[in-house]
Each structure stands twice: as structure tokens, then as C-alpha cells.
């Protein structure tokens, strides 16, 4: 139920931003949407990301994980 959740509010969010703004996304959000930034958007998603590493918690560095995994199987 709350990856449904997590999926709507990303839709949604994504529907109606103009302008990324992923500070104010939650650390689960951004793990989400890793492969699904625009190239123009990726030097500003990264560095966000690259912020919230070190404070993830176990369970989100395993998702983090588990999609970086993912994106390089479909890049091949």
C-alpha cells in the first residue's frame, strides 16, 4: 500500500511541477525516481541524492541499492 501511495504522489508531482525541486522531496522519493530524471534535471538529482546518502537509513540504502543494481541491468 505504500509503495502505491509513494507511486501516486510521484505521478502527481510530476504532472503538475514546473521546476524540480528535489530538496524538497523525502529520501524515498528520490530513490524512486532513479532513471526516471531528465538529462537537463540529473546534475541537480544527483547532488541532492548524494546529500541524503549519508543519513539513509538501512532499509533506504538497500532500496538505493536495489535501483542503482536495476538501472545498470536495463542500461546493458
Do not use: C, W
Amino acid at each position: 500500500m505504500k509503495k502505491i501511495a509513494i507511486i501516486f504522489l510521484l505521478l502527481f508531482t510530476f504532472l503538475f511541477a514546473k521546476h524540480e525541486d528535489y530538496s524538497e522531496m523525502s529520501t524515498q522519493e528520490l530513490i524512486a525516481i532513479i532513471g526516471y530524471v531528465k538529462d537537463e534535471n540529473k546534475a541537480q538529482f544527483i547532488k541532492e541524492l548524494n546529500l541524503r546518502i549519508p543519513t539513509m537509513t538501512q532499509d533506504e540504502k538497500v532500496q538505493f541499492e536495489q535501483n542503482i543494481q536495476e538501472l545498470k541491468q536495463n542500461e546493458n
